[in-house]
Protein backbone atom coordinates (compact mmCIF):
# COMPACT_ATOMS: atom_id res chain seq x y z
CA UNK A 1 0.00 0.00 0.00
CA UNK A 2 1.13 3.14 -0.98
CA UNK A 3 0.96 4.78 2.40
CA UNK A 4 3.21 2.11 4.16
CA UNK A 5 5.65 3.59 1.52
CA UNK A 6 5.61 7.31 2.60
CA UNK A 7 8.19 7.93 4.77
CA UNK A 8 6.94 10.64 7.10
CA UNK A 9 3.92 7.82 7.66
CA UNK A 10 6.44 5.22 8.40
CA UNK A 11 8.02 7.67 11.21
CA UNK A 12 5.05 8.26 12.69
CA UNK A 13 4.41 4.64 13.13
CA UNK A 14 7.68 3.93 14.13
CA UNK A 15 7.30 6.89 16.69
CA UNK A 16 3.89 5.74 18.00
CA UNK A 17 5.33 2.12 18.23
CA UNK A 18 8.03 3.33 20.12
CA UNK A 19 6.61 5.20 22.27
CA UNK A 20 3.67 3.21 23.18
CA UNK A 21 6.65 0.55 24.03
CA UNK A 22 7.82 2.67 26.68
CA UNK A 23 4.44 3.80 27.91
CA UNK A 24 3.96 -0.25 28.47
CA UNK A 25 7.24 -0.85 29.94
CA UNK A 26 6.67 2.12 32.48
CA UNK A 27 3.06 0.23 33.24
CA UNK A 28 5.01 -2.97 33.54
CA UNK A 29 7.80 -1.54 35.46
CA UNK A 30 5.68 0.37 37.93
CA UNK A 31 3.29 -2.49 38.65
CA UNK A 32 6.84 -4.54 39.10
CA UNK A 33 8.21 -1.84 41.96
CA UNK A 34 5.00 -1.28 43.40
CA UNK A 35 4.10 -5.14 44.19
CA UNK A 36 6.15 -6.13 46.46
CA UNK A 37 4.74 -3.40 48.91
CA UNK A 38 1.22 -5.75 48.71
CA UNK A 39 -0.01 -8.33 49.89
CA UNK A 40 -0.03 -11.49 48.73
CA UNK A 41 -2.63 -13.58 47.37
CA UNK A 42 -3.18 -16.13 50.09
CA UNK A 43 -3.30 -13.06 52.48
CA UNK A 44 -6.34 -11.77 50.22
CA UNK A 45 -8.33 -14.97 50.36
CA UNK A 46 -7.57 -15.41 54.24
CA UNK A 47 -8.53 -11.70 55.07
CA UNK A 48 -11.21 -11.87 57.46
CA UNK A 49 -13.28 -8.44 58.31
CA UNK A 50 -13.04 -8.09 61.95
CA UNK A 51 -16.55 -8.28 64.11
CA UNK A 52 -17.50 -6.92 67.14
CA UNK A 53 -19.08 -8.18 70.58
CA UNK A 54 -22.79 -8.60 70.06
CA UNK A 55 -25.06 -7.42 73.43
CA UNK A 56 -28.78 -9.05 73.33
CA UNK A 57 -31.18 -8.07 75.88
CA UNK A 58 -33.45 -10.23 78.13
CA UNK A 59 -35.52 -11.01 75.24
CA UNK A 60 -32.80 -12.61 73.01
CA UNK A 61 -32.48 -9.26 70.70
CA UNK A 62 -29.27 -7.59 69.47
CA UNK A 63 -29.22 -4.34 71.23
CA UNK A 64 -26.18 -3.00 70.86
CA UNK A 65 -22.61 -3.54 68.99
CA UNK A 66 -19.04 -2.99 70.50
CA UNK A 67 -16.56 -2.49 67.70
CA UNK A 68 -13.88 0.17 66.52
CA UNK A 69 -15.57 -0.06 63.41
CA UNK A 70 -19.01 -1.37 64.22
CA UNK A 71 -19.96 -3.77 61.96
CA UNK A 72 -22.24 -6.91 61.69
CA UNK A 73 -21.77 -9.47 58.49
CA UNK A 74 -24.53 -10.46 56.15
CA UNK A 75 -24.56 -12.77 53.27
CA UNK A 76 -25.18 -10.91 49.54
CA UNK A 77 -27.81 -13.84 49.40
CA UNK A 78 -30.15 -12.14 52.48
CA UNK A 79 -29.79 -8.60 50.77
CA UNK A 80 -32.91 -7.49 48.62
CA UNK A 81 -32.23 -7.18 44.56
CA UNK A 82 -32.86 -3.62 44.77
CA UNK A 83 -30.14 -2.40 47.30
CA UNK A 84 -27.80 -4.41 44.91
CA UNK A 85 -29.41 -2.70 41.74
CA UNK A 86 -28.97 0.99 43.73
CA UNK A 87 -25.68 0.41 44.24
CA UNK A 88 -24.22 -1.32 41.09
CA UNK A 89 -25.72 1.40 39.56
CA UNK A 90 -24.51 4.12 41.26
CA UNK A 91 -21.13 3.16 42.45
CA UNK A 92 -19.97 0.49 39.05
CA UNK A 93 -22.64 -0.05 36.08
CA UNK A 94 -20.03 -2.19 34.62
CA UNK A 95 -18.71 -4.33 38.02
CA UNK A 96 -19.74 -8.05 36.08
CA UNK A 97 -17.59 -7.28 32.90
CA UNK A 98 -14.66 -5.50 33.58
CA UNK A 99 -11.77 -7.39 35.11
CA UNK A 100 -11.17 -5.27 38.42
CA UNK A 101 -10.55 -1.45 36.70
CA UNK A 102 -11.65 0.58 34.15
CA UNK A 103 -8.81 1.36 32.07
CA UNK A 104 -10.05 4.42 30.27
CA UNK A 105 -11.32 5.41 33.76
CA UNK A 106 -7.85 5.19 35.22
CA UNK A 107 -6.46 6.76 31.94
CA UNK A 108 -8.64 9.56 32.48
CA UNK A 109 -7.71 10.07 35.78
CA UNK A 110 -3.93 9.66 35.56
CA UNK A 111 -4.39 12.29 32.70
CA UNK A 112 -6.25 14.84 34.43
CA UNK A 113 -3.94 14.57 37.97
CA UNK A 114 -0.73 14.74 35.64
CA UNK A 115 -2.25 17.88 33.92
CA UNK A 116 -4.00 19.58 36.93
CA UNK A 117 -1.01 18.59 39.31
CA UNK A 118 -3.52 17.75 41.95
CA UNK A 119 -4.85 14.28 42.85
CA UNK A 120 -8.25 14.71 42.68
CA UNK A 121 -9.49 11.55 40.55
CA UNK A 122 -10.34 8.30 42.37
CA UNK A 123 -11.04 5.37 40.79
CA UNK A 124 -14.66 4.20 40.64
CA UNK A 125 -14.94 0.18 39.98
CA UNK A 126 -15.93 -1.76 43.70
CA UNK A 127 -13.21 -3.43 43.30
CA UNK A 128 -11.00 -0.83 43.56
CA UNK A 129 -12.90 0.69 46.40
CA UNK A 130 -13.04 -2.38 48.26
CA UNK A 131 -9.05 -2.80 47.23
CA UNK A 132 -8.51 0.35 48.58
CA UNK A 133 -10.57 -0.15 52.05
CA UNK A 134 -9.18 -3.38 52.96
CA UNK A 135 -5.58 -2.45 52.48
CA UNK A 136 -4.45 0.75 51.38
CA UNK A 137 -4.54 4.17 52.48
CA UNK A 138 -6.84 6.86 51.89
CA UNK A 139 -4.46 9.43 50.22
CA UNK A 140 -5.06 10.44 46.40
CA UNK A 141 -1.36 9.78 45.45
CA UNK A 142 -0.24 8.62 42.57
CA UNK A 143 1.44 5.62 43.67
CA UNK A 144 -1.85 4.69 45.75
CA UNK A 145 -3.74 4.02 42.60
CA UNK A 146 -1.25 2.11 40.99
CA UNK A 147 -1.17 -0.23 44.22
CA UNK A 148 -4.82 0.10 44.16
CA UNK A 149 -4.98 -1.19 40.24
CA UNK A 150 -2.74 -4.17 40.63
CA UNK A 151 -4.50 -5.22 44.00
CA UNK A 152 -7.63 -4.66 42.09
CA UNK A 153 -6.51 -7.72 39.37
CA UNK A 154 -5.20 -9.78 42.11
CA UNK A 155 -8.22 -9.49 44.01
CA UNK A 156 -10.47 -10.29 41.08
CA UNK A 157 -8.20 -13.29 40.37
CA UNK A 158 -8.98 -14.46 44.15
CA UNK A 159 -12.60 -13.44 44.58
CA UNK A 160 -15.78 -14.54 42.58
CA UNK A 161 -17.91 -11.44 41.67
CA UNK A 162 -20.88 -12.25 43.96
CA UNK A 163 -18.13 -12.95 46.78
CA UNK A 164 -16.37 -9.03 46.16
CA UNK A 165 -19.75 -7.68 46.18
CA UNK A 166 -20.66 -9.41 49.52
CA UNK A 167 -16.99 -8.12 51.26
CA UNK A 168 -17.88 -4.73 50.08
CA UNK A 169 -21.19 -4.53 51.63
CA UNK A 170 -20.04 -5.87 54.60
CA UNK A 171 -16.81 -3.55 54.72
CA UNK A 172 -18.11 -0.12 53.38
CA UNK A 173 -18.08 2.90 55.75
CA UNK A 174 -21.38 4.67 56.59
CA UNK A 175 -20.35 7.50 58.92
CA UNK A 176 -19.19 7.41 62.56
CA UNK A 177 -18.31 3.88 63.51
CA UNK A 178 -20.42 2.31 61.67
CA UNK A 179 -19.41 -0.09 58.81
CA UNK A 180 -21.21 -2.40 57.15
CA UNK A 181 -24.50 -2.47 55.00
CA UNK A 182 -26.49 -4.58 58.29
CA UNK A 183 -25.15 -2.24 60.71
CA UNK A 184 -26.34 0.81 59.19
CA UNK A 185 -29.78 -0.67 58.81
CA UNK A 186 -30.05 -0.92 62.04
CA UNK A 187 -28.29 2.06 62.79
CA UNK A 188 -30.69 4.51 60.76
CA UNK A 189 -34.05 2.47 60.19
CA UNK A 190 -33.81 -0.15 62.98
CA UNK A 191 -34.30 -2.75 60.89
CA UNK A 192 -32.04 -5.48 59.03
CA UNK A 193 -30.73 -4.83 55.72
CA UNK A 194 -32.72 -7.78 54.08
CA UNK A 195 -36.46 -5.36 55.23
CA UNK A 196 -34.95 -2.43 53.70
CA UNK A 197 -37.24 -0.61 51.12
CA UNK A 198 -36.15 0.94 47.93
CA UNK A 199 -36.13 4.32 49.35
CA UNK A 200 -33.83 3.53 52.07
CA UNK A 201 -31.74 1.43 49.68
CA UNK A 202 -31.26 4.48 47.88
CA UNK A 203 -30.78 6.50 50.63
CA UNK A 204 -27.74 4.01 51.77
CA UNK A 205 -26.28 3.32 48.81
CA UNK A 206 -26.33 7.71 48.09
CA UNK A 207 -24.83 8.17 51.53
CA UNK A 208 -21.32 6.19 50.26
CA UNK A 209 -19.96 9.15 48.47
CA UNK A 210 -19.85 11.52 51.68
CA UNK A 211 -21.44 9.72 54.57
CA UNK A 212 -21.51 12.53 56.71
CA UNK A 213 -22.79 14.76 54.72
CA UNK A 214 -25.70 12.55 53.65
CA UNK A 215 -26.65 11.65 56.90
CA UNK A 216 -30.11 11.51 57.18
CA UNK A 217 -30.83 12.24 60.78
CA UNK A 218 -28.21 15.14 60.90
CA UNK A 219 -28.85 16.13 57.11
CA UNK A 220 -32.49 15.11 55.76
CA UNK A 221 -32.13 17.38 52.84
CA UNK A 222 -28.95 16.30 52.03
CA UNK A 223 -29.90 12.69 52.03
CA UNK A 224 -32.99 13.38 50.09
CA UNK A 225 -31.42 14.99 47.36
CA UNK A 226 -28.72 11.85 46.88
CA UNK A 227 -31.41 9.54 47.27
CA UNK A 228 -33.43 10.73 44.74
CA UNK A 229 -30.75 10.92 42.65
CA UNK A 230 -29.95 7.26 42.82
CA UNK A 231 -33.42 6.45 42.04
CA UNK A 232 -33.04 8.46 39.02
CA UNK A 233 -30.54 6.52 37.54
CA UNK A 234 -32.27 3.26 38.51
CA UNK A 235 -35.21 4.31 36.47
CA UNK A 236 -33.12 5.76 33.62
CA UNK A 237 -31.59 2.33 34.03
CA UNK A 238 -34.92 0.77 33.94
CA UNK A 239 -34.17 -1.19 36.95
CA UNK A 240 -37.34 0.41 38.73
CA UNK A 241 -40.17 1.47 37.22
CA UNK A 242 -41.88 5.51 36.93
CA UNK A 243 -44.59 4.14 39.21
CA UNK A 244 -41.80 2.83 41.83
CA UNK A 245 -39.93 5.76 41.26
CA UNK A 246 -42.93 8.82 42.09
CA UNK A 247 -43.50 6.22 45.30
CA UNK A 248 -40.19 6.34 46.46
CA UNK A 249 -39.28 10.34 46.02
CA UNK A 250 -42.58 10.90 47.54
CA UNK A 251 -41.13 9.00 50.51
CA UNK A 252 -40.20 11.39 53.70
CA UNK A 253 -36.90 10.92 54.88
CA UNK A 254 -37.52 9.07 58.30
CA UNK A 255 -34.81 7.38 59.93
CA UNK A 256 -35.56 5.84 63.29
CA UNK A 257 -34.10 5.25 66.75
CA UNK A 258 -31.63 2.40 65.96
CA UNK A 259 -30.97 -0.33 68.19
CA UNK A 260 -27.19 0.82 67.30
CA UNK A 261 -28.20 4.74 69.16
CA UNK A 262 -28.28 4.38 73.08
CA UNK A 263 -31.05 6.63 74.96
CA UNK A 264 -32.83 4.86 77.92
CA UNK A 265 -30.14 1.95 78.24
CA UNK A 266 -26.84 3.76 77.58
CA UNK A 267 -25.97 3.55 81.32
CA UNK A 268 -26.62 0.45 81.42
CA UNK A 269 -23.90 -0.38 78.14
CA UNK A 270 -21.23 1.37 79.40
CA UNK A 271 -21.64 -0.22 82.47
CA UNK A 272 -21.36 -3.83 81.25
CA UNK A 273 -18.32 -2.36 78.92
CA UNK A 274 -16.43 -1.22 81.85
CA UNK A 275 -16.74 -4.81 83.43
CA UNK A 276 -16.12 -6.42 79.82
CA UNK A 277 -13.14 -4.77 78.74
CA UNK A 278 -11.33 -5.06 82.72
CA UNK A 279 -11.96 -8.67 82.34
CA UNK A 280 -11.55 -9.60 78.57
CA UNK A 281 -9.37 -6.57 77.45
CA UNK A 282 -9.87 -4.19 74.66
CA UNK A 283 -9.33 -5.78 71.73
CA UNK A 284 -11.52 -9.41 72.57
CA UNK A 285 -14.47 -7.07 73.67
CA UNK A 286 -14.29 -4.61 70.08
CA UNK A 287 -12.56 -7.30 67.69
CA UNK A 288 -13.09 -10.54 69.15
CA UNK A 289 -16.54 -11.19 68.09
CA UNK A 290 -18.07 -12.34 71.68
CA UNK A 291 -21.90 -12.56 72.40
CA UNK A 292 -22.96 -10.59 75.54
CA UNK A 293 -26.25 -11.54 76.96
CA UNK A 294 -27.97 -9.19 79.27
CA UNK A 295 -30.75 -8.77 81.81
CA UNK A 296 -31.77 -5.74 80.06
CA UNK A 297 -35.29 -5.40 79.38
CA UNK A 298 -35.70 -2.71 76.80
CA UNK A 299 -39.54 -1.59 77.12
CA UNK A 300 -39.01 -0.98 81.08
CA UNK A 301 -35.88 0.86 80.34
CA UNK A 302 -37.14 3.07 77.72
CA UNK A 303 -40.76 3.66 80.54
CA UNK A 304 -38.55 4.18 83.46
CA UNK A 305 -35.95 6.62 81.86
CA UNK A 306 -39.47 8.69 80.27
CA UNK A 307 -40.96 8.81 83.90
CA UNK A 308 -37.98 9.49 85.49
CA UNK A 309 -36.95 12.81 83.41
CA UNK A 310 -40.64 13.77 83.38
CA UNK A 311 -40.52 13.76 86.87
CA UNK A 312 -37.58 15.86 87.23
CA UNK A 313 -38.15 18.49 84.51
CA UNK A 314 -41.51 19.24 86.38
CA UNK A 315 -39.56 19.65 89.62
CA UNK A 316 -37.22 21.82 87.01
CA UNK A 317 -40.53 24.31 86.22
CA UNK A 318 -42.30 23.97 89.12
CA UNK A 319 -39.43 25.19 91.42
CA UNK A 320 -37.95 27.57 89.04
CA UNK A 321 -34.42 26.31 88.69
CA UNK A 322 -32.79 28.70 86.92
CA UNK A 323 -30.76 25.37 84.61
CA UNK A 324 -32.75 23.10 83.15
CA UNK A 325 -31.83 20.22 81.60
CA UNK A 326 -34.36 21.31 78.20
CA UNK A 327 -31.99 24.47 78.09
CA UNK A 328 -28.78 22.29 77.14
CA UNK A 329 -27.76 21.99 73.35
CA UNK A 330 -28.31 19.13 71.61
CA UNK A 331 -24.83 17.25 70.77
CA UNK A 332 -23.25 18.68 74.21
CA UNK A 333 -20.26 16.74 75.49
CA UNK A 334 -18.79 16.07 79.07
CA UNK A 335 -20.38 19.05 80.15
CA UNK A 336 -20.50 19.86 84.06
CA UNK A 337 -24.22 19.00 84.64
CA UNK A 338 -25.75 22.28 86.37
CA UNK A 339 -29.47 21.13 86.44
CA UNK A 340 -31.12 18.20 88.47
CA UNK A 341 -29.74 15.19 87.77
CA UNK A 342 -31.28 11.69 88.59
CA UNK A 343 -31.33 7.88 88.57
CA UNK A 344 -32.75 4.54 88.68
CA UNK A 345 -32.16 0.53 89.32
CA UNK A 346 -34.80 -1.78 88.83
CA UNK A 347 -33.65 -5.28 90.00
CA UNK A 348 -36.06 -8.29 89.61
CA UNK A 349 -36.00 -9.96 93.29
CA UNK A 350 -35.36 -13.26 93.45
CA UNK A 351 -32.44 -13.41 90.50
CA UNK A 352 -31.26 -9.98 90.90
CA UNK A 353 -31.27 -9.63 87.00
CA UNK A 354 -31.11 -5.42 86.94
CA UNK A 355 -33.90 -4.94 84.31
CA UNK A 356 -33.26 -0.92 83.77
CA UNK A 357 -29.88 1.08 84.69
CA UNK A 358 -30.83 5.34 84.34
CA UNK A 359 -27.38 6.96 85.53
CA UNK A 360 -27.98 10.04 84.65
CA UNK A 361 -30.52 12.11 81.93
CA UNK A 362 -28.28 12.24 79.48
CA UNK A 363 -24.77 10.23 79.13
CA UNK A 364 -23.75 12.58 76.25
CA UNK A 365 -23.86 15.37 78.87
CA UNK A 366 -22.28 13.29 81.75
CA UNK A 367 -21.05 9.86 81.77
CA UNK A 368 -20.63 9.59 85.40
CA UNK A 369 -23.64 6.79 86.40
CA UNK A 370 -25.04 8.31 89.37
CA UNK A 371 -26.48 4.75 90.81
CA UNK A 372 -23.37 2.50 90.51
CA UNK A 373 -20.66 4.75 91.09
CA UNK A 374 -21.93 8.22 93.00
CA UNK A 375 -21.70 7.68 97.23
CA UNK A 376 -24.65 9.76 98.59
CA UNK A 377 -25.59 10.40 101.73
CA UNK A 378 -29.25 7.84 101.80
CA UNK A 379 -31.21 10.05 104.61
CA UNK A 380 -33.58 8.56 105.89
CA UNK A 381 -33.40 5.58 103.61
CA UNK A 382 -30.80 3.69 105.76
CA UNK A 383 -33.58 3.28 109.03
CA UNK A 384 -34.54 0.17 107.54
CA UNK A 385 -31.33 -1.50 107.21
CA UNK A 386 -30.22 -1.02 111.06
CA UNK A 387 -34.30 -1.23 111.82
CA UNK A 388 -34.47 -5.28 110.83
CA UNK A 389 -31.73 -5.60 113.55
CA UNK A 390 -33.96 -3.94 116.17
CA UNK A 391 -37.47 -6.28 115.36
CA UNK A 392 -34.43 -9.34 115.40
CA UNK A 393 -33.82 -8.30 118.56
CA UNK A 394 -37.30 -8.00 120.32
CA UNK A 395 -38.50 -4.76 119.03
CA UNK A 396 -41.86 -4.78 117.41
CA UNK A 397 -44.59 -2.74 115.46
CA UNK A 398 -46.07 -2.10 118.41
CA UNK A 399 -42.86 -1.08 120.15
CA UNK A 400 -43.04 2.43 121.62
CA UNK A 401 -39.89 4.93 122.03
CA UNK A 402 -40.78 8.82 123.19
CA UNK A 403 -39.90 10.76 120.49
CA UNK A 404 -38.98 13.42 122.83
CA UNK A 405 -35.68 15.99 122.05
CA UNK A 406 -32.45 14.61 122.95
CA UNK A 407 -28.76 15.37 123.37
CA UNK A 408 -26.09 13.57 122.28
CA UNK A 409 -22.99 16.00 123.25
CA UNK A 410 -23.44 18.87 121.02
CA UNK A 411 -25.16 17.05 118.69
CA UNK A 412 -29.58 17.09 118.82
CA UNK A 413 -31.01 15.38 116.11
CA UNK A 414 -34.43 17.22 115.15
CA UNK A 415 -37.49 16.01 112.94
CA UNK A 416 -38.39 17.01 109.82
CA UNK A 417 -40.42 21.04 110.80
CA UNK A 418 -38.61 20.82 113.97
CA UNK A 419 -41.70 19.32 116.30
CA UNK A 420 -41.40 16.64 118.29
CA UNK A 421 -44.63 13.79 118.74
CA UNK A 422 -44.23 12.33 122.13
CA UNK A 423 -44.73 8.59 122.73
CA UNK A 424 -44.94 6.72 118.93
CA UNK A 425 -45.11 3.01 117.90
CA UNK A 426 -42.18 2.00 115.52
CA UNK A 427 -44.70 1.23 112.97
CA UNK A 428 -45.86 5.32 113.18
CA UNK A 429 -42.46 5.94 113.64
CA UNK A 430 -41.47 4.36 110.16
CA UNK A 431 -44.38 5.60 108.39
CA UNK A 432 -43.39 9.13 109.12
CA UNK A 433 -40.18 9.20 109.10
CA UNK A 434 -39.19 10.57 113.17
CA UNK A 435 -35.71 10.98 113.40
CA UNK A 436 -35.83 11.17 117.38
CA UNK A 437 -37.49 8.08 117.65
CA UNK A 438 -34.83 6.68 115.38
CA UNK A 439 -31.53 8.01 116.98
CA UNK A 440 -33.18 6.94 120.04
CA UNK A 441 -33.86 3.23 118.26
CA UNK A 442 -29.51 3.05 117.26
CA UNK A 443 -28.58 4.13 120.79
CA UNK A 444 -30.01 1.33 122.03
CA UNK A 445 -29.12 -0.79 119.65
CA UNK A 446 -25.44 0.25 119.58
CA UNK A 447 -22.98 1.19 116.80
CA UNK A 448 -21.29 -1.95 117.09
CA UNK A 449 -25.27 -3.67 115.83
CA UNK A 450 -25.56 -0.92 113.78
CA UNK A 451 -22.57 -1.55 112.18
CA UNK A 452 -23.32 -4.97 111.80
CA UNK A 453 -26.69 -4.12 110.06
CA UNK A 454 -24.73 -2.17 107.23
CA UNK A 455 -22.76 -5.19 106.42
CA UNK A 456 -25.51 -7.52 106.52
CA UNK A 457 -27.22 -5.60 103.82
CA UNK A 458 -23.72 -5.14 102.11
CA UNK A 459 -22.95 -1.40 102.55
CA UNK A 460 -19.29 -0.12 102.20
CA UNK A 461 -20.18 1.93 105.71
CA UNK A 462 -18.62 1.69 109.10
CA UNK A 463 -20.04 4.50 111.36
CA UNK A 464 -18.30 5.87 114.31
CA UNK A 465 -21.24 8.00 115.40
CA UNK A 466 -24.77 8.23 116.00
CA UNK A 467 -25.51 10.30 113.14
CA UNK A 468 -25.17 7.67 110.36
CA UNK A 469 -28.73 7.07 112.04
CA UNK A 470 -30.28 9.64 110.50
CA UNK A 471 -28.10 8.54 107.11
CA UNK A 472 -24.93 10.94 107.09
CA UNK A 473 -22.80 8.38 105.80
CA UNK A 474 -22.31 7.67 101.77
CA UNK A 475 -23.68 4.77 100.08
CA UNK A 476 -23.98 3.43 96.90
CA UNK A 477 -27.37 3.57 95.37
CA UNK A 478 -27.47 0.07 93.91
CA UNK A 479 -26.36 -1.49 97.19
CA UNK A 480 -28.78 -0.09 99.03
CA UNK A 481 -31.44 -0.75 96.71
CA UNK A 482 -30.05 -4.27 96.56
CA UNK A 483 -29.80 -4.30 100.21
CA UNK A 484 -33.96 -3.81 100.21
CA UNK A 485 -34.51 -7.24 98.03
CA UNK A 486 -33.97 -8.65 101.86
CA UNK A 487 -37.66 -7.74 102.55
CA UNK A 488 -39.55 -9.31 99.42
CA UNK A 489 -37.19 -12.02 99.78
CA UNK A 490 -38.07 -13.34 102.84
CA UNK A 491 -34.30 -12.26 104.22
CA UNK A 492 -32.18 -12.72 101.25
CA UNK A 493 -30.51 -9.80 100.15
CA UNK A 494 -29.89 -10.69 96.05
CA UNK A 495 -26.13 -8.93 94.51
CA UNK A 496 -27.21 -7.03 91.18
CA UNK A 497 -26.41 -9.00 88.12
CA UNK A 498 -26.24 -7.38 84.62
CA UNK A 499 -24.97 -10.23 82.72
CA UNK A 500 -26.37 -13.97 82.46
CA UNK A 501 -23.96 -15.36 79.74
CA UNK A 502 -21.25 -14.38 77.32
CA UNK A 503 -19.99 -16.75 74.53
CA UNK A 504 -17.07 -16.43 72.34
CA UNK A 505 -17.23 -16.40 68.48
CA UNK A 506 -17.65 -20.25 68.26
CA UNK A 507 -20.50 -20.27 70.81
CA UNK A 508 -18.56 -21.76 73.65
CA UNK A 509 -19.63 -20.44 77.19
CA UNK A 510 -16.97 -17.88 78.78
CA UNK A 511 -19.18 -16.85 81.88
CA UNK A 512 -22.89 -17.33 83.25
CA UNK A 513 -24.46 -14.89 85.71
CA UNK A 514 -25.89 -17.25 88.50
CA UNK A 515 -28.00 -15.59 91.28
CA UNK A 516 -26.29 -14.75 94.65
CA UNK A 517 -28.10 -14.16 97.53
CA UNK A 518 -27.12 -13.57 100.86
CA UNK A 519 -29.31 -13.99 104.34
CA UNK A 520 -29.82 -10.95 106.12
CA UNK A 521 -32.50 -11.84 108.25
CA UNK A 522 -35.53 -14.30 109.04
CA UNK A 523 -38.25 -14.55 106.81
CA UNK A 524 -40.59 -13.31 110.06
CA UNK A 525 -38.49 -10.47 110.60
CA UNK A 526 -38.81 -9.52 106.57
CA UNK A 527 -42.01 -9.99 106.97
CA UNK A 528 -42.46 -7.45 110.01
CA UNK A 529 -40.52 -4.88 108.10
CA UNK A 530 -42.48 -5.30 104.98
CA UNK A 531 -45.37 -5.09 106.71
CA UNK A 532 -44.29 -1.43 108.28
CA UNK A 533 -42.84 -0.43 105.40
CA UNK A 534 -46.26 -1.03 102.92
CA UNK A 535 -47.57 1.32 105.81
CA UNK A 536 -45.21 4.32 104.67
CA UNK A 537 -46.47 3.91 100.77
CA UNK A 538 -49.92 3.86 102.42
CA UNK A 539 -49.92 6.51 104.74
CA UNK A 540 -46.60 7.72 105.43
CA UNK A 541 -43.64 9.97 103.22
CA UNK A 542 -44.08 7.57 100.45
CA UNK A 543 -48.10 7.37 99.82
CA UNK A 544 -47.14 9.79 96.41
CA UNK A 545 -45.78 6.66 95.00
CA UNK A 546 -48.73 5.11 95.20
CA UNK A 547 -50.09 7.87 92.47
CA UNK A 548 -51.70 5.46 89.65
CA UNK A 549 -50.85 2.36 91.62
CA UNK A 550 -53.10 0.52 93.43
CA UNK A 551 -51.43 -3.01 93.97
CA UNK A 552 -49.08 -4.26 97.08
CA UNK A 553 -46.14 -2.31 97.48
CA UNK A 554 -43.72 -0.80 99.82
CA UNK A 555 -40.75 1.93 100.45
CA UNK A 556 -39.28 4.15 102.29
CA UNK A 557 -38.17 7.89 101.63
CA UNK A 558 -34.89 9.62 102.37
CA UNK A 559 -33.88 13.62 102.12
CA UNK A 560 -30.98 15.08 103.07
CA UNK A 561 -29.99 18.20 104.19
CA UNK A 562 -31.51 21.52 102.17
CA UNK A 563 -32.90 18.40 100.21
CA UNK A 564 -29.54 18.18 98.49
CA UNK A 565 -30.40 14.47 97.89
CA UNK A 566 -34.54 12.70 97.66
CA UNK A 567 -35.04 9.08 97.53
CA UNK A 568 -37.27 6.48 97.23
CA UNK A 569 -36.82 3.13 97.54
CA UNK A 570 -39.75 1.24 96.62
CA UNK A 571 -40.50 -2.58 96.18
CA UNK A 572 -43.55 -5.31 94.99
CA UNK A 573 -43.07 -9.06 95.03
CA UNK A 574 -41.33 -9.11 91.88
CA UNK A 575 -39.42 -5.76 91.73
CA UNK A 576 -37.34 -3.62 93.56
Not at 195 to 201: N, V
Amino acid sequence: MKIFKNKKFRKALAIFCLGSCVIVGIVVGLFWFYQDDLPPTAELRNFTLRTGSEVYDCNGKMIYLFAFEKRKLTSLKELPPHLIDALLITEDKRFYYHPGMDPLSLMRAVFVDITTGGYSQGASTITQQMARNMFLTLDKQLSRKIKEAILAFRIEATFSKDEILEIYFNKIFWGGQVHGVETAALYYFNKHARDLTLPESAMLVGMIQRPNYYDPIRHPENAKKRRDFVLSRMLKAKKITKEEYQIAIDTPVQPQEGIMRRYASDYFIEHIRTYLERKYGTERLFEGGLRIYTTLDPDMSSSAYSILNGYLTDIERGSGYRNKYSDIAPGTHDIETKYIQGGLVLMENKTGYVRALIGGRNIEHSKFNRMTQAKRQPGSSIKPVYYTLAVEKGYTPATIINDAPVSFGNWRPRNAGGGSYGYKRMRVAITHSYNIWAVKCAYDLGLDTVNESFQRFGLNVRADNLTAALGSYEVTPIDLISGYTAFPNQGYRSAPIFITKVEDIKGRVLERGMAQKYRVCSPQVAYLMTSMLQSVTESGTGRGARSGYNWPAAGKTGTTSQNHDSWFIGFNDRFT
